[in-house]
């Protein structure tokens, strides 16, 4: 019986393709007669699926360019207005520094007036000072003070450069290294450089710490007595310090100034007064040094906002220009989209030559006429010649009439035939459907079938014979493969159908109920199709 299946299968399966060859000749020859017969108008043309297609695209295309257009105007205004509060703002920044610039300088004046003004109370001082001393009677500030003071600047640099050896030799000797010491003595000058001497001056401190962490260990003192001993020995060196001081006074001047003397007194008490109000200046310009400081912080941090401001505009900026190079790109598909625009106007616009040289023609023809009218009033000796010509012409006319209704009848012939085609096509296609739908049924029991009978075989070798792990991979692989057969939509009927967009494949129903449910999308990918993308195949 399967043979028998088999060869009925395969007659029908070449009446099935000689019907469709059949009906691809008749196809071909209707479109053929309506090609020969029918002059397609204009207007049929508008109404053509083509022109239905691009009307709406071309539609598309046009307000998606008036929307790209509008996007680009509003991009520009707001580029505009960005440019327009960056220099409103950089205007506002230069006139805030520029009064800001100006009050530091006006109070930096100011403080310069103090400044002279001070500098002059205290020169008037000094200058009250040494009148003092020049008219006092006293003998022991006549000569000696104005010899002293007008060799002071000559001696200043000799006293402190025996100061500084001074201090060379007592540290060299607080060391205890010979060599160092002996190479100080050597030295008229101060020869050595600051750094040396302050890297010396280290190098003693150290000694000096480990000195008196020795005396620490050694004592076991407490830290109260280490605190009392190097105040103690701070108290010596500063009693040191006064002493050659007041000797060195003594020796510059003449005389003690611990003894009280009327004029000192009052010149100390003048003296103290005017230090005061030099403390409370210097006071003064310590607060207006710490607001201009101040002042400058927020200069800096105004700079500072400034440069985050033209951070955030180079951003902008580069936003912008990203969005402009977005709107060439949009520019350049509108460009493409009013190419294929431009492609269909032409069209139109043949057609619409081709409708004008005719009603050209038929105005030309018109005005002929006219011509022999007029020359038919002006020429009425020749009447009968022209009626001999309207008789040959009406006789030409019957003989085109008779011709035109003969061409009627023929196309009405023709119509007839096609209309018949067309009935015999779908009657032929009907019973193909019929016979496939037949087709697929048996096809579909026989799966069943030998479906049943592998499953009933697989029972029976399962109650047989134990399964080994390659036959369950090999029954798994094989289930699988068998169930890529099915739809993926409903997933219990075997696919049939491909969708020559996306190439996807499902059965007839599901399709079928999408298209009369008008989701006309694939399943799959959500790609549209139509009726014509649908495409039969095999198994």
């Avoid at 407490?222 to 001993?229: E, G, H, I, K, R």
């Avoid at 006319?397 to 196309?411: G, N, V």
Wanted: hydrophobic share 35%.
């Amino acid at each position: 019986p399967l043979l028998r299946a088999q060869r009925t299968l395969a007659i029908q399966w070449r009446e099935i393709e000689d019907i469709k060859d059949d009906r691809i000749n008749l196809k071909q020859q209707l479109v053929q007669l309506e090609l020969d017969l029918i002059q397609i108008p204009e207007a049929i043309l508008y109404k053509s699926s083509v022109c239905h297609r691009s009307f709406p695209l071309r539609e598309f295309q046009m307000d998606r360019a008036q929307h790209l257009g509008n996007q680009v105007d509003k991009l520009q205004q707001e580029m505009e207005d960005m440019v327009r509060n960056r220099r409103r703002d950089i205007m506002e920044m230069e006139h805030e520094q520029d009064r800001m610039t100006s009050t530091l300088r006006a109070e930096l004046s100011d403080l310069e007036k103090d400044l002279t003004s001070i500098r002059g109370q205290r020169d008037d001082l000094q200058c009250k000072i040494e009148l003092i001393k020049a008219t006092t009677q006293d003998n022991r500030c006549s000569s000696r003070e104005w010899q002293h003071l007008t060799e002071t600047r000559s001696q200043c640099t000799a006293h402190l450069e025996t100061q500084v050896l001074r201090s060379l030799q007592k540290a060299a000797a607080c060391t205890g290294s010979s060599d160092f010491y002996q190479f100080v003595m050597s030295l008229t000058k101060p020869d050595l450089i600051l750094d040396d001497l302050r890297k010396e001056n280290l190098s003693l401190e150290e000694q000096m710490r480990e000195c008196r962490q020795n005396v620490q260990s050694t004592h076991s003192l407490t830290p109260d007595q280490v605190a009392f001993l190097q105040e103690e020995a701070a108290l010596h060196s500063t009693l040191a310090q006064l002493n050659t001081r007041h000797a060195q006074f003594i020796d510059l001047y003449g005389f003690d100034p611990i003894n009280d003397v009327p004029e000192l007194t009052a010149l100390q008490s003048r003296l103290t007064k005017e230090q005061q109000d030099m403390q409370a200046a210097r006071q003064r310009i310590e607060s207006l040094e710490k607001t201009e400081v101040q002042l400058l912080n927020e200069i800096d941090n105004v700079a500072k906002a400034y440069g985050d401001y033209e951070e955030q505009n180079m951003a902008l900026i580069n936003t912008l220009a990203q969005k402009e190079d977005d709107l060439i790109q949009l520019q350049h598909d509108a460009i493409k989209f009013s190419h294929t625009f431009t492609a269909l106007n032409k069209s139109k616009d043949a057609y619409a030559m081709v409708a004008n040289a005719l009603t050209k023609q038929i105005e030309r023809q018109m005005a002929y006429i006219k011509e022999l009218n007029e020359k038919e009033k002006s020429e009425n000796h020749q009447a009968g010649l022209y009626e001999r010509q309207i008789a040959s012409a009406q006789t030409a006319c019957k003989t085109y009439q008779q011709k035109i209704a003969e061409l009627k009848e023929l196309l009405d012939q023709h119509k007839d035939k096609t209309r018949l085609a067309k009935e015999r096509v779908g009657d032929l296609e009907k019973s193909l459907l019929e016979m496939v739908r037949v087709l697929e049924q048996e096809s579909l029991a026989r799966l069943q079938q030998e479906e049943e009978m592998m499953c009933l075989r697989h029972k029976i070798e399962r109650d047989t014979k134990v399964d080994t792990p390659t036959e369950i991979r090999l029954r798994k692989e094989k289930e699988e493969y068998r169930s890529l057969l099915n739809c993926s939509s409903c997933g219990t009927r075997l696919k049939s159908h491909v969708l020559m967009r996306c190439m996807h494949t499902f059965c007839k129903d599901c399709l079928d109920i999408r298209i009369e449910t008008r989701q006309r999308r694939c399943p799959t990918c959500n790609e549209n199709f139509g009726m014509s993308d649908m495409r039969q195949f095999y198994l």
